[in-house]
């Protein structure tokens, strides 16, 4: 799976961005998906993960009520829209194609391919 993630950018702090992952190279709906960040300096950190039908949703307690992810299979796109942005959500926004059950879904492990990220910037 070839996985195009784009949508970051500069914001001020309490602005919006929207993020969209473009997948190529397999079924799409065949496979969850999740979204991490990682910041200079820092371990790449869980932010949320969608189900194979974008029914269920999980979200790191960091970004809970701030972040909805969604998808669209038809397109074979996931979407990170974020709100409230805060400076310490600045970080490279990565996606992933999930495909170890056997583990939990905030643990990279469990995810096989990845997308090359996207800075979000936040201002104070």
């Known amino acids: 799976v070839q996985l195009q993630a784009c949508g970051g950018g500069l914001v001020q702090a309490g602005g919006s961005l929207r993020l969209s992952c473009a997948a190529s190279?397999?079924?799409?709906?065949?496979?969850?998906m999740g979204w991490f960040r990682q910041a200079p300096g820092n371990e790449r950190e869980f932010v949320a993960s969608i189900s194979r039908t974008g029914i269920d949703t999980y979200y790191s307690d960091s970004v809970k009520g701030r972040v909805i992810i969604s998808r669209d299979n038809a397109k074979s796109i996931v979407y990170l829209e974020m709100s409230s942005l805060r400076p310490e959500d600045t970080a490279v926004y990565y996606c992933?194609?999930?495909?170890?059950?056997?583990?939990?879904?905030?643990?990279?492990?469990?995810?096989?391919?990845w997308g090359q990220g996207t800075l979000v910037t936040v201002s104070s």
């Open positions: 190279g397999r079924t799409f709906s065949d496979y969850g």
């Open positions: 992933a194609v999930r495909t170890d059950y056997s583990r939990h879904k905030i643990w990279p492990v469990a995810y096989s391919w």
